[in-house]
């Protein structure tokens, strides 16, 4: 396991590093001869084991800044979770995961099956165990089924992975096109972004109600994906009415960051207040 993986993971799972002041650089490539009366750092952490861990690559910061070069591939985040969201490498589509397969949602709006070896530079996935379920009778659009879910979380304070599989009257999505080098910023890139309706179909939403304390690393509030059940077309998910639905709501505990090793993550300045930023790319 890579040095940048085990540190930060480290620093989120062990307060007392936090308050000590633990950065999340590895401050020597001899880091246990710094300690020599410690045992050597175990790099899994002891909650690993959980389902109830999210398991993310890079920060939403660093994509916003455009840096869009995948490292880690979709066979390695298989193995850490079989439900997620993301984006691949090159900014090239909108990713959901269900069910351990990885769809890609291109800037045509269709989904394609995502290959093992394809890479992705920011994706949040985890092991979807139901810890909350309800049926949706009646008609509700996005606001009032963002109330109806949070009176099922039983706090604001931890992470919640939400499934919506449902009739939707209507379903208003979009997509990112490829991009190239010198990537533009992500607020640039989503200022002319495809969008695309549906009416009377059925699909599947998959996404995420992070903490505000999140903003910088993921995106605070509800980010959520949505693809059709023949999974044949999708998007990031922009409006919605409900007809009918079963809702699932997995509270989670854990966040496991791995973060890239590219000259173009290391250099950026990730130290921006970009939340305004981030409202106009997420709306
Ligand atoms: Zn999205």
């Known amino acids: 396991m890579r040095k940048s993986t085990m540190i930060v993971a ?41 389902n109830d861990i999210i398991y993310q690559v890079s920060t939403i910061n660093a994509l916003l800044e455009g840096v869009y070069d995948g490292e880690t591939d979709y066979g390695t985040l298989k193995k850490h979770g079989d439900f997620g969201i993301g984006t691949f490498s090159g900014l090239d589509g909108e990713m959901i995961e269900l069910d351990s397969v990885i769809y890609q949602i291109k800037d045509d709006g269709n989904a394609y099956i995502a290959d093992d070896s394809m890479t992705t530079p920011f994706a949040a996935v985890t092991f979807f165990d139901t810890d909350t379920e309800r049926l949706i009778t009646e008609p509700m659009n996005r606001s009032q089924t963002e109330e109806y879910l949070a009176a099922l979380m039983p706090n604001r304070n931890i992470m919640y992975a939400i499934k919506i599989n449902g009739t939707f009257d209507y379903v208003r999505t979009r997509s990112v096109p490829k991009q190239e080098k010198p990537y533009p910023r992500l607020v640039e890139v989503t200022k002319d972004q495809p969008e695309f309706e549906f009416e009377k179909v059925d699909g599947v939403i998959v996404g995420y109600w992070l903490p505000l304390y999140m903003e910088g690393i993921n995106v605070p509030g509800y980010h959520l ?59």
């Open 10 to 50: 480290i620093c989120l799972l062990n307060l007392s590093a936090l308050i000590s002041g633990c950065s999340g650089v590895p401050s020597s490539d001899n880091h246990q001869e710094n300690t020599p009366d410690q045992p050597l750092i175990e790099t899994t952490p002891a909650s690993y084991g959980s």
């Open 225 to 283: 994906h949505f693809i059709t059940e023949d999974k044949t077309a999708g998007g990031h998910l922009l409006e919605f009415d409900i007809s009918e639905a079963r809702v699932e709501i997995d509270n989670t505990y854990d966040l496991f960051i791995e973060l890239p090793e590219s000259n173009d993550f290391l250099d950026a300045d990730l130290s921006g207040n970009t939340g305004s930023e981030l409202e106009q790319v997420e709306r």
